[in-house]
């Protein structure tokens, strides 16, 4: 084997490090530290290769699409130099694990507000009061199983979470109650959605992303990048053209999906 063809099959298996495929919803899900660190990493700091096995890792096990905004990655870094990367989940992909469930029953929430006459705590279920006569303090859930004799109940202070950024500064009642909703159902289903959490949980500054690309456009971007990446490794009369035919060929087929490991089987990323 020459130093070209090495050269070559280097850049190939760095492209695919970590690659995983798994299922969603009878859609095929490829991530890779690549794919990750280009599509799905937020902030401003890159991560380690630990860290993206471990979200990686979380998105298999939970079945999350994250081409579909069902999860991301987060990394700032502090002023002291330090990056703590955070996995990001939408309430939409809590929703979803949890009517995949057959004991699932259903879910009511809303908000706790504080009369200002009189000062009574009342419960209001959705997320609307009247601001003139009352004050937000905080939201509630409960999420209903058919296997349990109580409801699984979430109160939280508004106070713990309000960021004083953005959307929380005009929709409050509709943040908090979100807050409230996905804390009760990973109360009820820890299995499921134990190390999972939304942005409006995480202690993480506020800042706008676009929408990411949906998978099979991310995918037909990425294969073109690797097409151009492999043009410019070959010379113009390069005799061996398979390899790069054959690697495309693999990742448009969504390549072969590796033994699970066990970080897979039992994800140990554990958010703060």
């Not at 960021?163 to 500064?169: E, G, L, R, Y």
Request: with cysteine; charged share 20%; proline share 4%.
């Amino acid at each position: 084997m020459n130093t070209q063809t090495q050269q070559q099959q280097a850049v190939v298996a760095d492209y695919d490090k970590g690659k995983v495929t798994y299922n969603v919803a009878g859609q095929d899900v490829t991530l890779s530290f690549n794919i990750v660190r280009k599509y799905l990493l937020r902030g401003n700091s890159d991560v380690s290769d630990q860290d993206l096995m471990q979200f990686i890792s979380i998105c298999k096990f939970n079945q999350l699409n994250p081409f579909l905004n069902e999860a991301y990655l987060v990394a700032f870094k502090s002023s002291t130099g330090t990056v703590q990367p955070q996995m990001i989940v939408s309430k939409e992909a809590f929703a979803k694990r949890a009517e995949a469930s057959e004991h699932y029953q259903g879910l009511r929430a809303g908000i706790i507000v504080q009369d200002k006459e009189t000062g009574e705590i009342k419960d209001l279920e959705g997320t609307f009061y009247t601001p003139i006569k009352e004050t937000l303090v905080g939201g509630w859930a409960q999420v209903y199983r058919d296997d349990r004799k109580f409801p699984y109940v979430s109160r939280v202070a508004l106070s713990e979470y309000d960021k004083k950024q953005s959307i929380w500064k005009d929709k409050q009642s509709t943040m908090i109650s979100k807050v409230a909703k996905v804390q009760a159902l990973r109360e009820a289903f820890p299995a499921q959605l134990g190390a999972m959490y939304t942005q409006e949980e995480q202690t993480i500054q506020d800042t706008t992303f676009e929408d990411v690309t949906p998978s099979k456009e991310a995918q037909s971007i990425i294969a073109e990048q690797r097409k151009e990446n492999q043009q410019q490794i070959l010379p113009s009369n390069s005799q061996s053209p398979t390899l790069q035919t054959q690697e495309n060929n693999n990742f448009e087929n969504g390549g072969a999906n590796p033994q699970p490991t066990q970080a897979q089987q039992q994800p140990p990323f554990k958010l703060q």
